[in-house]
């Protein structure tokens, strides 16, 4: 069974600009969760989506957003890009529940921002 | 609150040694659940256990071993005969699964771990 994906793996952006990342979670995944990790701040959660509804948001300004589609795929966005945003972005898939159910990492994408 | 502390920052050992990273967590669930995730250089995390609040019972896996003590609030991860491959950074993490928790994993700070050949 194919692991999650992220695309793309690589970003650099300049400040203002937006962004948007994408995420492919396992064949029959219905969780998906989204971290930003930083040297300073370690890893932060972001939001979680089920059935395309988010169910839950991390403590990020409105910048960051996310949606889910009905295939369970996610994409996130970010707008108004700052220097702080420069980070690696996780997406991790669950079967239905992000509590119990085992999280599931793609590689990341590394988000540059100059 | 729910926390999860990892206090050492960084471990070297030398190959073959074992090596302890310790993980302490705070929750006020009854039910929830513990992981331990290994990030190597290439920066995906990669899953390790899973470990629910009512199971106790010790795991071995190969060189790996876990060992849950909910009297102490923790639950520490060792490597018996490290190895070169093993050095990467882990974390350990919390999540509540009462009604009103979070859909959310807790993350540790991550212990870097360095094997010397």
């Known amino acids: 069974k194919a692991g999650v994906t992220q695309t793309p793996r690589y970003l650099i952006k300049t400040r203002g600009q937006q962004v948007t990342l994408s995420c492919s979670p396992i064949?029959?995944?219905?969780?998906v969760s989204w971290y930003q990790q930083t040297p300073g701040q370690g890893l932060q959660f972001l939001f979680e989506?089920?059935?395309?509804?988010?169910?839950n948001k991390g403590n990020f300004p409105g910048r960051f957003s996310g949606r889910q589609f009905s295939n369970s795929r996610s994409e996130m966005n970010v707008s108004t890009l700052e220097l702080g945003d420069s980070a690696l972005y996780l997406c991790?898939?669950?079967?239905?529940?992000?509590?119990?159910?085992?999280?599931?990492f793609g590689p990341g994408t590394r988000l540059t921002v100059l | 609150a729910q926390k999860v502390t990892q206090a050492q920052t960084e471990i070297s050992v030398v190959e073959k040694e074992d090596v302890t990273l310790d993980c302490v967590y705070e929750t006020r669930d009854t039910t929830y659940y513990l992981f331990w995730y290994k990030q190597p250089p290439s920066g995906e995390l990669v899953f390790l256990i899973r470990r629910n609040s009512f199971d106790e019972q010790n795991e071995i896996s190969g060189r790996y071993s876990w060992n849950f003590q909910k009297s102490t609030s923790s639950f520490n991860f060792t490597i018996t005969a490290s190895q070169v491959v093993d050095s990467a950074v882990y974390f350990c993490a919390l999540s509540e699964g009462g009604r009103d928790s979070n859909y959310q994993l807790i993350w540790g700070a991550g212990t870097k771990l360095i094997i010397k050949p």
């Open positions: 989506y089920f059935s395309e509804t988010q169910r």
């Open positions: 064949s029959g995944h219905r969780s």
């Open positions: 991790a898939s669950s079967l239905e529940d992000g509590r119990r159910d085992t999280q599931y």
